[in-house]
């Protein structure tokens, strides 16, 4: 085992979580966590600083799990996150690390939904509790006993908290917390009110930064496309269609991801294979001459897996998965470009990565320009021009070879020669789909970001240019409304610093509805549309009226649609 999760086995994790660690696939820890985990065990108090998507969950909750006593039944740790989202994220991090610990339970503890299965939960000896401040305080305030027994204290994410307006809610919490009990902060920023916070009520905290340092990539062109998780896989193999690589290394952050990728695109015909940590040294050396000698022209790998691969061939790095800080970033896309050639870089985005994105562009020193997945129309040139270069090389000694065959052909079966040659290019081209409504229909829409596109644009696009008729014509048509739901309206959007996290977790802790009964959020960059319920509205809209969401006034408004 110890082999298998390299790293972590050195940090003084409990074995029952370094075992849960290694069924997830984590290979090695990240930065953050190589810092922060031995601090946090020692029993420090800390003060965690790093972007999001940096592995931060990991890095408090594996040392937390590890020093929980599971016999007694009582709270043991707290972690205070800023939304109900964020919360149940954490709890879910927190039960997959503990799942070879018997008798280990986590409750979430959040406002909109009831009161009551949450007490009974914390009743029955949960030892984690991980809460939003607002609702944690509901409880407090019908038992203030309930934390007397935290020894470990988180404030995950504590700036959003702060944006929130959670600022007196903490204060009520600290003071129901026993003073013995140690106090860990992570924060992606370090404003003068969390200074505040840590000097009041933190005690001697070690400070652990993943700092971004500026490195430079030169000849590599570096492109990102924005995606939901679930629309990697898909996004991935469309783009493969339109990029000419020769070969292509794509970075994925878990051996499962790479058995997955790898799989998924052997099945559309690429020869791809995974490279991760369990797999022998000799088997990869195998892989990586196989990529060099061209056996094999794509590589999905985890980032340990794949250190000091150096294969001139390789022209693109596609980064499937965010790396966890700028540093890894750069190595990972300096695995193309190498003896100064050029080459290309791709990095898939999701929605709460974005702040990762903007510290990879200040790092680098470079913009990462935005790409769009290509349309259909764009991936049927790709498959004509492929299937065009292949076959015009042939001509000329096919016809010296099989010109004869030809002719009796086109007599026996009695046909013409085009509808010969269309009947060979038919099996030749094993059923992919070669004109445009085929395509279109085997291309599913990829819903979310492509409708970020500007309406005037969409509107002009729309219609009448074949190509992009069917993807643009998809977006465009407004997404009807579930019954019961209305269109709302603030006029913060990107412009502002806002992303879909922020703008429900303002809904969700102001204004105490259920996340179910919140419809889809767009962001756009001059206003945002969110969808609520009908039944209540002119409340929730008065609740949230003075709501501010990075640190501006939401002023959320309905929505009227013509
Ligand atoms: P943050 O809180 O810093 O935004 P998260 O803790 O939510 O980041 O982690 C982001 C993602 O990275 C999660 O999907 C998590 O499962 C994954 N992850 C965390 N640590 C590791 C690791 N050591 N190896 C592989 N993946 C990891
Ligand atoms: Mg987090």
Redesign the pocket.
């Known amino acids: 085992m110890t082999q298998e999760i390299g790293e972590f086995a050195a940090l003084g994790l409990h074995p029952n979580v370094l075992a849960a660690i290694s069924a997830v696939g984590?290979?090695?820890?990240?930065p953050i966590?190589a810092q922060s985990i031995p601090v946090i065990l020692a029993g420090h108090d800390m003060i965690g600083q790093?972007q999001?998507?940096?592995?931060?969950?990991?890095a408090f909750a594996l040392p937390i799990l590890s020093r929980i006593d599971p016999a007694k039944r009582e709270p043991q740790a707290l972690i205070l996150a800023p939304t109900r989202e964020l919360a149940l994220?954490v709890a879910t991090?927190f039960e997959t690390y503990a799942k070879q610990m018997p008798g280990l339970s986590v409750v979430a503890v959040y406002g909109g939904a009831p009161m009551g299965p949450q007490l009974k939960a914390l009743r029955q000896g949960a030892q984690v509790i991980v809460a939003t401040p607002g609702r944690l305080c509901d409880h407090l305030r019908r038992d203030d006993k309930l934390l007397a027994t935290v020894q470990q204290l988180v404030l995950d994410e504590a700036d959003e908290m702060l944006k929130l307006g959670f600022m007196d809610d903490l204060e009520v919490i600290f003071e129901a917390l026993p003073e013995s009990r140690q106090s860990v902060l992570f924060s992606a920023t370090l404003p003068p009110s969390i200074r505040s916070i840590a000097e009041r009520h933190l005690r001697n905290p070690q400070h652990v930064k993943i700092a971004a340092k500026t490195q430079t990539v030169a000849r590599i062109e570096q492109a990102h496309l924005m995606v939901h998780a679930d629309q990697k896989t898909g996004a991935v193999l469309r783009l493969l269609e339109v990029e000419e690589f020769d070969a292509l290394i794509a970075f994925v952050?878990?051996k499962q991801a790479t058995l997955d990728l790898a799989s998924a695109l052997e099945a559309k015909g690429y020869k791809a294979a995974a490279l991760n940590g369990d797999i022998a040294q000799n088997q990869r050396e195998r892989v990586i001459e196989s990529l060099k000698d061209g056996r094999l022209d794509i590589v999905v790998a985890t980032d340990v897996a794949a250190r000091g691969i150096d294969v001139p061939r390789i022209t693109h790095v596609f980064n499937v998965d965010m790396p966890y800080d700028p540093e890894s970033y750069v190595h990972r896309i300096g695995r193309t470009g190498r003896a100064g050639r050029d080459g290309r870089a791709l990095l898939l985005v999701t929605p709460r990565e974005r702040r990762m994105l903007q510290v990879i562009e200040r790092v680098t020193g470079q913009k990462v320009a935005e790409v769009r997945l290509p349309n259909a129309q764009q991936v049927l040139d790709a498959r004509i021009k492929k299937l065009t270069s292949a076959i015009a090389p042939l001509v000329v000694e096919a016809e010296a070879n099989y010109g004869s065959l030809l002719d009796r052909l086109i007599a026996d079966i009695g046909c013409s020669p085009r509808a010969l040659a269309a009947a060979l290019l038919q099996k030749a081209t094993n059923g992919q789909a070669l004109n445009l409504a085929d395509v279109e229909r085997e291309q599913p829409l990829v819903p979310g970001f492509q409708a970020r596109e500007p309406r005037e644009r969409r509107e002009r696009d729309g219609g009448e240019r074949g190509g992009e008729r069917g993807e643009y014509r998809e977006r465009r048509a407004p997404m009807p409304l579930a019954e019961g739901r209305v269109r709302c309206r603030t006029a913060l959007g990107t412009r502002d610093g806002i992303a879909a996290k922020n703008l429900l977790g303002a809904i969700l802790n102001e204004g105490g509805i259920a996340r179910e009964a919140i419809g889809r959020i767009q962001i756009r960059e001059t206003f945002s549309l969110i969808e609520l319920p009908e039944e209540g509205l002119d409340r929730l809209l008065g609740k949230l009226k003075d709501t501010r969401v990075a640190g501006k006034q939401l002023k959320l408004r309905r929505y009227r649609e013509d």
């Open positions: 984590y290979e090695e820890p990240s966590q790093a999001t998507g940096t592995g931060k969950t990991a994220q991090a952050r878990t």
